[in-house]
C-alpha cells in the first residue's frame, strides 16, 4: 500500500469529473480526496494497494461522459490527513 498524489490533466472541471470518479471511489471504498487545481487540473490523493494500482488508474482515466483526460501524473507521498475514512470531494 501506498499514498500517491495524482494530477489529471486535460478538460476536468466544470464536466463532472470529480462527481463521476469520487462516486466510483466510493463504491471500491478507497480512501482519499480528489479537488480542482486553480490550473484547470484535478488533483487526487488516495491510498491504493499494489494490486489495485491499474484499476484505480482506469477510473481516473475513464472520468465522466463529459471530460477528456489527456494525461495523469502521479507520485509516491509520505502520508495524506483525511476529514473521513472514505473518499471526498474537497472545494478549497
Known sequence: M?????IIFGKVQGVYYRKTVSQAMMK?????YIKNLANGTVEVVAEVFDNDFDEF???L???SLFSRVENVEY???D???FATDGFEVRYE
Open 57 to 59: 488508474m482506469q477510473i
Open 75 to 77: 507520485k509516491i507521498i
Open 79 to 81: 502520508d495524506a490527513i
Open 61 to 63: 482515466k475513464k472520468g
Open 2 to 6: 501506498e499514498w500517491y498524489r495524482f
Open 28 to 32: 471500491k471504498q478507497y480512501k482519499g
